[in-house]
């Protein structure tokens, strides 16, 4: 009896990841933010497949340039669209309007978040990778290789990251031809601020990682495994890296809002996407001159960065306390 008594009590095994995805799904907000982010994905994956325009297209029918199509109201159609649906015609509606160019605004603002998010993305990659190695090794090495490592990371903390950029920017501008090459619709801007992450990004992960080793590696098991002669890189990927790997899933989520908003504002600023390619920084700096004839030009990309950063910093901050074993609930 007592044994069937124990095995009720007794909570069934389970995998730490299982487990923290478990404590996330109780969070409303980390499963609110999950839902926001899948709807995003979702539509910028569905819309290019059902709205006919293009994000560099100029609006037009049957060849003829439509020239009254310009900054249209959402669900609006200019005179020629209008004649064009009374002779029998359909056209597919402008869900956001159109821009100054007679540009659908809609599909703009969904390749837009299609660059932003790609760039957080990959930009978030680099800085886990770099400072996963780099923090790692100077954490495990110590000594005098462990203050050698550091004191360059004090060096790059003390860079301006946007003099970088627009250093970088301007050299590449002139040596780098991008001409036919995958990267040529970003431009020599964006090549520019992912190189700038992998310079400068990466020193707050590994700062963070290098700490998180300084602790573990006085643990018994790492003593074992060094006696037993495993070699350093087998310990680090095998043994310390796993146990921080509450650490580095939460500041992976976290890194992605903070390199979107990095973009933007550097679009913002006219350092980001070659035009016709939109961002949503981009759109934002060109809604910026008819903001008092069209608001709601402003209104669409600055809401879609707000969702997108809000989201992921909730979910940054549920994977946190589902993950971390050091915070109770």
Same mark, same amino acid.
């Given at each position: 009896?007592?044994e069937?008594?124990?095995?009720?009590?007794?909570?069934?095994?389970?995998?730490?990841?299982?487990?923290?995805?478990?404590?996330?799904?109780?969070?409303?907000?980390?499963?609110?933010?999950?839902?926001?982010?899948?709807i995003i994905l979702?539509?910028?994956?569905?819309a290019?497949?059902?709205?006919?325009?293009?994000?560099?297209e100029?609006?037009? #029918?049957?060849g003829?340039?439509d020239?009254?199509?310009?900054?249209?109201?959402? &669900?609006?159609?200019s005179?020629?669209e209008?004649?064009?649906i009374?002779?029998?015609? /359909?056209? &597919?509606?402008?869900?956001?309007?159109?821009d100054?160019?007679?540009?659908?605004?809609? #599909?703009?603002?969904?390749?837009g978040t299609?660059?932003?998010l790609?760039?957080?993305v990959f930009?978030?990659?680099?800085v886990?990778? #770099?400072?996963?190695?780099?923090?790692?090794?100077?954490?495990?090495?110590?000594?005098? /290789?462990?203050? #050698?490592?550091?004191?360059?990371?004090?060096?790059?903390?003390?860079?301006?990251?946007m003099l970088v950029?627009?250093?970088?920017?301007?050299?590449?501008?002139?040596v780098?031809?991008?001409?036919g090459?995958?990267?040529? !619709?970003?431009? /020599?801007n964006?090549?520019?601020?992912?190189?700038?992450?992998?310079l400068?990004?990466?020193?707050?992960?590994?700062r963070?990682?290098?700490?998180?080793?300084?602790s573990?590696?006085?643990?018994?098991?790492?003593?074992?495994?060094?006696?037993?002669?495993?070699?350093?890189?087998?310990?680090?990927?095998?043994?310390?890296?796993?146990?921080?790997?509450?650490v580095i899933i939460?500041?992976a989520?976290l890194?992605?809002?903070s390199?979107? &908003? /990095?973009?933007s504002?550097?679009?913002?600023?006219?350092?980001?996407?070659?035009?016709?390619?939109?961002?949503?920084g981009?759109l934002?700096?060109?809604?910026?001159e008819?903001?008092?004839?069209?608001?709601?030009?402003?209104?669409?990309?600055?809401l879609?960065?707000?969702?997108i950063?809000?989201?992921?910093?909730?979910?940054?901050d549920?994977?946190?306390?589902a993950?971390?074993p050091?915070? !109770?609930?």
């Amino acid at each position: 009896d007592e044994e069937k008594k124990q095995q009720d009590v007794m909570s069934e095994s389970t995998t730490f990841f299982r487990d923290g995805m478990r404590k996330l799904m109780k969070n409303p907000l980390a499963v609110l933010s999950l839902v926001l982010l899948a709807i995003i994905l979702i539509t910028i994956i569905v819309a290019p497949m059902i709205v006919p325009y293009k994000y560099e297209e100029i609006m037009s #029918i049957n060849g003829k340039r439509d020239k009254g199509a310009k900054n249209l109201a959402p &669900f609006t159609y200019s005179k020629m669209e209008q004649q064009y649906i009374d002779q029998g015609g /359909t056209r &597919f509606p402008h869900i956001f309007g159109t821009d100054e160019q007679c540009r659908d605004y809609f #599909i703009r603002v969904v390749y837009g978040t299609r660059v932003s998010l790609s760039i957080g993305v990959f930009a978030s990659l680099i800085v886990l990778i #770099i400072g996963m190695i780099y923090g790692s090794i100077s954490g495990y090495v110590g000594g005098r /290789t462990d203050l #050698i490592m550091m004191r360059i990371v004090d060096i790059i903390y003390s860079l301006p990251d946007m003099l970088v950029i627009i250093l970088i920017s301007v050299v590449l501008d002139q040596v780098l031809d991008l001409t036919g090459s995958p990267l040529a !619709k970003l431009g /020599t801007n964006m090549v520019s601020i992912f190189i700038v992450f992998g310079l400068l990004y990466w020193v707050g992960m590994a700062r963070l990682i290098r700490g998180q080793i300084l602790s573990i590696k006085q643990n018994e098991y790492i003593l074992a495994a060094r006696a037993i002669g495993a070699k350093p890189g087998r310990i680090i990927k095998r043994h310390i890296l796993p146990n921080c790997l509450s650490v580095i899933i939460i500041s992976a989520a976290l890194q992605v809002p903070s390199a979107i &908003f /990095t973009e933007s504002y550097l679009s913002f600023l006219g350092l980001g996407v070659r035009a016709p390619m939109p961002s949503l920084g981009s759109l934002a700096n060109a809604a910026r001159e008819g903001l008092q004839s069209y608001p709601y030009k402003l209104v669409f990309p600055a809401l879609t960065i707000c969702l997108i950063v809000l989201s992921l910093n909730l979910l940054g901050d549920g994977l946190r306390d589902a993950f971390d074993p050091k915070l !109770k609930r």
